[in-house]
């Protein structure tokens, strides 16, 4: 069993930057795919960019592509999504996933464990 904390939401202004952190805890998170999904009000939960376990493989959805960096760092049992360029439309709940072997990146269905989310604003 994997557990998922994330840290850094916040209120920013746009074309502001900030660093999200998602912390694991309980189970081999280096063998983990790893996931960033947001979820406005109102909407369905969304893929913002995913890394695989051996850092080789990085997708980003078309949204943030130029903007967001995914990362991770074995280490410290961490993995990170640095935003640059921050709009009002990248106002959500960001969550950080993991699974061993997702089918699909972009899909949150083929993740098995989640953290609780950190909320990021972006207003001015």
């Known amino acids: 069993q994997v557990q998922l904390r994330e840290f850094g939401g916040g209120l920013v202004q746009p074309g502001d930057s900030l660093r999200l952190s998602c912390a694991a805890s309980?189970?081999?998170?280096?063998?983990?795919?790893v996931g960033w999904f947001r979820q406005a009000p109102g909407k369905d939960r969304e893929f913002v960019a995913s890394?695989?376990?051996?850092?080789?493989?990085?997708y980003y959805a078309d949204s943030v592509a130029g903007r967001f960096t995914i990362s991770r760092n074995y280490n410290k049992n961490e993995a990170y999504l640095q935003m640059n360029m921050l709009k009002p439309e990248d106002t959500a709940v960001y969550h950080c996933?993991?699974?061993?072997?997702?089918?699909?990146?972009?899909?949150?269905?083929?993740?098995?464990?989640w953290g609780q989310g950190t909320q990021v604003t972006v207003s001015s």
């Open positions: 890394i695989t376990s051996g850092a080789a493989v990085t």
């Open positions: 996933a993991a699974d061993v072997s997702p089918r699909t990146w972009s899909d949150p269905n083929e993740y098995d464990y």
């Open positions: 309980g189970g081999p998170f280096s063998r983990h795919d």
